[in-house]
């Protein structure tokens, strides 16, 4: 079982960026693809962004790419979310999914979240 921790949430102006980070640990990290997912209020938990263990496929939702950016790196059990141009309909918590499925659904570990609100 892995799980997952997430940190770098915050409050940031319209136009600004955060880097949101996810540490796992437990089992074997290397074999799971990630996800990033956000819950902002009265709404439902949506996919953000995903990555494979090679890293060499990422899926992101259509409102955010060109925007975010996720990467990993299996060595230190990490995944982050790379946060530019950020909007005011981004406020949200974000949470760190793994699962062996994937990429925008069927995730299983979760961490607790970490509140991010973009100011106008």
């Known amino acids: 079982q892995v799980q997952l921790v997430e940190s770098g949430g915050g409050l940031v102006q319209a136009g600004g960026s955060l880097r949101l980070s996810c540490a796992a640990s437990?089992?074997?990290?290397?074999?799971?693809?990630m996800g990033w997912f956000r819950q902002a209020p009265g709404k439902e938990r949506e996919f953000v962004a995903a990555i494979r263990w090679s890293a060499l496929d990422t899926y992101y939702t259509d409102s955010v790419k060109g925007r975010f950016t996720i990467s990993r790196d299996n060595a230190k059990n990490m995944v982050y979310l790379q946060m530019n141009s950020l909007k005011p309909e981004d406020t949200a918590v974000y949470y760190c999914a793994a699962d062996t499925a994937g990429p925008r659904t069927g995730y299983h570990t979760w961490g607790q979240g970490t509140q991010v609100t973009v100011s106008s």
């Open positions: 437990g089992r074997s990290f290397s074999n799971y693809v």
